[in-house]
C-alpha cells in the first residue's frame, strides 16, 4: 500500500481530441490514477521483485506490505538494491496485442497521467526517501511519437528543472523515431525495447501492429549510440552520458508455442547483436478478459526459473547458448523442470566427468553442479599452495553430495559413481511436500 501523502495537483488535462473520455480520465485523482497505473504496470517483469510472501498492513497492524502497488526495486550498476516508482503514463493504448491487458479492446479501467503529474509524484515520493528512482513505460497513445514526447519530456523535467540525480529506466516505444530514442537515452539511466515474443511468428499473431524489424532496428539504434557515447567519453570527459546502464529487453514466456531451447537462442542472438545488458523472462499470466488465442493455463513459474539459470549460465559460467540448449530434452526442446540446466547437461554429457579439482581449467570447474564462481575461483586461488580434499571443496559449497559424483580431488575419486544410471535421483534436490492447509 503507498503511504497517504500530499500531493500538488498540475492542471487539470485539456482534451486533445480524444472528447469526453480524456476529460474523464483527467477527473480522476492523483490517488486513483496511481493506483490503476501502477497496477497495470506490474506485468512489466524487467525491474520486478517477485517470490515472496503475501503480506500487508491493511487490518491497522503492523506496517509495510508485499502487495502494494508502485514501487519495486531493480539492481543499480553497483550491486546496489534500489526502490523505483513503477508505473505507466498510460494505460489507454492504440495497439491490441492479443496478451496485453492494455489493448485497446480490453475491458479495463482506464487512466493516464500527464508528463507534468509524473514528475510532481517522483519529486514528491523521492523527498519522502520512499524511492530513488522512475521506471516508467506506456501504453501508446495517439502516435509512438506523441507517447515517446511526452516520457522523454518527464525525464528532461525531472533532470533539467529539477536537478534529479536519481535512476531513470525508460521503456521506449520502438516505432517512435530514433532520435526521441536518442533524447530518451541522454535523460535515463536505462532504457529498454520489449522483443515481446521468442519468435517472429509469435510476435505476427500476438502482437499483429508491432514490427520485429523495426524493434531490433531502435535496439540496434541504442547500441550504436551508447558504443558512440564510450567513444566521445573517452576523447572528452564532459561529453553528457547516454544511457550508463545500458539497455534490456524482456520476453513473454509460455504465450506461444516457442521452446525453451528456442528462447535461450533468441536471448544469446539478442545478447551479441545488442550488446544487453539483461534480458527478463516473464511468465505469461492469464490476464483478466483474456484473449480467445492464448493459452488458458500460465506456463509453471518454474520454467520462468530455468530460463533465468540458463541465462545466467551463459553470462557467468561460459557456457555457449548452444550447450545450455543441449541440456533440454531433445524431443521437446524444453529444459527440465526438477533440476538446474546445469544439473541437467552435467547428466547428460557424463564423459566430461569426474573433473579433477586440483589441475582442471577453470571453464571446468564452472560446469560442476553445486559449484559456484566464488567457489572455482577459490579452488583455483587455493590449489597454488596445496592440494586440496574433499573437505576442502565441502567448505565452499552447500552440498558436497550434488558435487562428489563430479569431481576429483586429493582424497577422493567417484570411481563408479558418474556412470550410475540412478545418479540423477541422489544429486536432484529432495521434493517437498507442500502444506496442504498453509494459511
Ligand atoms: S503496445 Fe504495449 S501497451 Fe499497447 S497493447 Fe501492445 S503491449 Fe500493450
Known sequence: MLPAMKIVFP???VADGCGTYIERMAQLDTREKLAILADAAKYDASCASSGTAKRDSRDGKGLGSTEGMGICHAYAPDGRCI???KILLTNSCIFDCHYCINRKSSNVRRARFTAQEVVNLTISFYKR?????????????????????????????????????????LKTIPDADPELVHQAGLYADRVSINV????????????????????????????????????????????????????????????????DGEIVTRASTLYDR???????????????????????QRPPLMREHRLYQSDWLMRFYDYSPHEVVAAADDATGMLPLDIDPKLAWALKFRESFPVDVN???????????????????????????????????????????KVRP??????????????????????????????????
Open 11 to 13: 492542471p487539470p488535462l
Open 83 to 85: 526502490s523505483l516508482l
Open 274 to 296: 545488442f550488446g544487453l545488458r539483461r534480458v527478463y523472462y516473464s511468465a505469461f499470466s492469464p490476464i483478466p478478459d483474456a484473449s480467445t488465442v492464448l493459452p488458458l
Open 196 to 259: 515481446e515474443l521468442p519468435t517472429v511468428s509469435g510476435l505476427k499473431r500476438l502482437a499483429p501492429e508491432k514490427d520485429g524489424a523495426r524493434i531490433e532496428g531502435a535496439m540496434k539504434d541504442v547500441k550504436t549510440s551508447i558504443i558512440d557515447n564510450g567513444d566521445a567519453r573517452k576523447k572528452y570527459k564532459s561529453a553528457p552520458r547516454f544511457a550508463p546502464a545500458g539497455q534490456s529487453t524482456q520476453m513473454i514466456v509460455g504465450a506461444d508455442a516457442a521452446t
Open 359 to 401: 589441475r582442471a581449467p577453470r571453464e571446468m570447474l564452472l560446469r560442476v553442479p553445486g559449484l559456484g564462481v566464488k567457489a572455482v575461483d577459490r579452488i583455483v586461488a587455493s590449489r597454488r599452495w596445496r592440494r586440496l580434499r574433499l573437505d576442502d571443496v565441502a567448505r565452499l559449497t552447500v552440498s558436497v553430495t
Open 406 to 439: 563430479f569431481i576429483v580431488a586429493e582424497d577422493w575419486r567417484p570411481v563408479l559413481l558418474t556412470d550410475r544410471a540412478d545418479l540423477k535421483p541422489l544429486v536432484a534436490p529432495k521434493r517437498q511436500q507442500l502444506e496442504l492447509f498453509a494459511a
Open 129 to 169: 526517501n520512499y524511492i530513488e528512482g522512475l521506471f516508467l513505460s506506456s501504453g501508446i497513445i495517439k502516435s509512438s511519437n506523441y507517447t515517446m514526447e511526452q516520457m522523454v519530456e518527464v525525464a528532461r523535467s525531472l533532470r533539467e528543472d529539477h536537478h534529479f540525480r536519481g535512476y531513470i529506466h
